[in-house]
């Protein structure tokens, strides 16, 4: 199931990069996020993992993520397996004193989870705009 979105964000690329970069606080902003706790020590780039727990219809939903790409203030991407295998990709752009943000995921359900990704597919899509819009309010009131 392959999604993507873009938002505007009112704030410079380097903050708004530094924000998504703060996975630990991803349950601030993003209402499916329940945990996100780094398991990695060192700076934050290529092979950080965390663990994640978040909440999807019906049921939490436990994985480890690890950073697969990061290129401050540009680009960050990361993986996961189990019990939904996928990845996503941020892309950050400045526009004067903006940023556009742009963001694709691919999310691989697998056993029961996978008949049913056509019917998660509008759900999903929901959550991803909804996440991002309420990741640039984050930042552009100070949260982070």
């Excluded at 993986?79 to 556009?100: C, I, K, L, Y």
Aim: glycine share 8%; charged share 25%; net charge negative.
């Amino acid at each position: 199931m392959e999604l993507a979105h873009s938002v505007t964000i009112d704030a410079p690329v380097e903050r708004v990069f530094d924000c998504w970069a703060a996975l630990e606080r991803s349950p601030e902003h993003q209402k499916p996020t329940i945990d996100r706790t780094r398991l990695t020590d060192g700076p934050i780039g290529v092979g950080t993992r965390y663990s994640a727990t978040d909440q999807w219809p019906g049921r939490k939903v436990q994985f480890e993520m690890e950073i697969t790409g990061y290129d401050r203030p540009f680009q960050m991407s990361a993986r996961w397996d189990e019990p939904m295998d996928g990845t996503w990709n941020a892309r950050f752009t400045s526009d004067g004193d903006r940023t556009v943000m742009e963001f694709e995921t691919n999310i691989e359900p697998t056993g029961l989870m996978g008949l049913m990704a056509p019917l998660m597919k509008p759900w999903a899509r929901r959550q991803l705009a909804e996440g991002l819009t309420s990741f640039a309010k984050w930042v552009e009131t100070d949260g982070c």
